[in-house]
């Protein structure tokens, strides 16, 4: 039994089929595969992503849902692409309540496939991530001021000022100040 899914035309058709495109792009999928996970055809997906149909609820729902996104995560995230500034007063910033590390999301919600996170690392303070937190992702790191001791498996990076690291394979990993002063340094995420 097929599902006759209606095409409505609205001014957000644009940034829906463009979010569409990026989380298929993102995932590594082609029009078919995207097409075959959420049993639609692929010139409806076409249609969408260049902004020529508006789904209905759904067939966004068919959509979000092989992407993996409840309607409201992506609703969320087709209304923060239109915000390519964000004011440093604005930005969220997020303190772990263990070892006071304090994170600041730097780069505006428009810039889905890059990421720019500043990072206060306190004194004598490690904080370690599991390879699993990163293997989707490829990392830089560029320290603004102090010492960062960077563990990546079993090799250890010695960072100073200005020193920038490309992070390689993803491996256990930590982030370590082993020094009593402060040290603050960006990261720069971008999907692989």
């Known amino acids: 039994m097929s599902m006759k899914l209606d095409v409505l035309f609205d001014p957000d058709s644009q940034a829906i089929g463009l979010l569409i495109r990026r989380e298929r792009e993102a995932r590594g999928w082609s029009l078919e595969e995207l097409a075959a996970k959420a049993a639609v055809s692929k010139a409806m997906i076409s249609r969408v992503e260049r ?51 304090l994170r600041r999301q730097i780069s505006p919600p428009a810039s889905r496939d890059l990421d720019l996170v500043e990072v206060d690392l306190p004194p004598d303070t490690r904080v370690a991530f599991p390879a699993a937190s990163y ?10 001021s102090g010492t960062l001791v960077f563990e990546e498996g079993e090799t250890t990076h ?28 960006v990261v720069a995420v971008a999907r692989r």
Request: glycine share 10%; aromatic share 8%.
């Open 135 to 144: 293997s989707f992702i490829r990392q830089l790191i560029w320290v603004l």
């Open 51 to 101: 902004g020529e149909a508006s789904p209905t609820a759904a067939l966004l729902g068919r959509l979000s849902g092989a992407l993996g996104l409840t309607l409201s995560q992506f609703f969320a995230r087709v209304e923060a692409m239109g915000d390519r500034l964000v004011r440093a007063e604005t930005q969220h910033r997020w303190r772990d309540p263990a070892t006071g590390y």
């Open 158 to 185: 010695h960072l100073g000022p200005g020193d920038c690291l490309l992070l390689g394979e993803p491996q256990d990993c930590a982030f370590v100040n082993p020094t009593p002063h402060p040290c603050r340094y």
